[in-house]
């Protein structure tokens, strides 16, 4: 059983993003923070991450959330406010008695679909290109 300990996850510009452990929320759910630059808690970026079992099934859920903050003033006062939020959420859905290997090839499968050389894929990820 892992511990709560940092994420590092690096973007496509090689950028580091660091998630702490915040805390744990309801139903096992294990919330990682990465904080604003600005220090505005509601800029924090979350990374969620989850464990559920089913009679025939384990379900992990990763659920990746980014707001986007700007600030409004309002009679000479600033205030933060969240304008939008950018989410990836996540499932992995494994049967009770599926083998470490198979597990592996899906996850790995996965990675590789995410990845930038996928040009059929990351046009429709990153460029919100449909299928014509």
Known sequence: MPTPSTITLTDRDSTAHVFNPSREEANGVQRFSKSDASGV???????????????????????????????????GVDNPKVVRMSMVDCTFTFARNSTTAERKELIGQMADA????????????LDLDNFW
């Open 114 to 125: 995410l990845a930038a050389d996928q040009t059929v894929l990351n046009s429709v990820i």
């Open 41 to 75: 808690k509601i800029g924090e970026s979350h990374l969620r991450v989850s464990l559920r079992e089913t009679p025939s099934n384990f379900k992990v859920r990763l659920k990746l959330e980014k707001p986007t903050v700007v600030t409004e003033t309002i009679n």
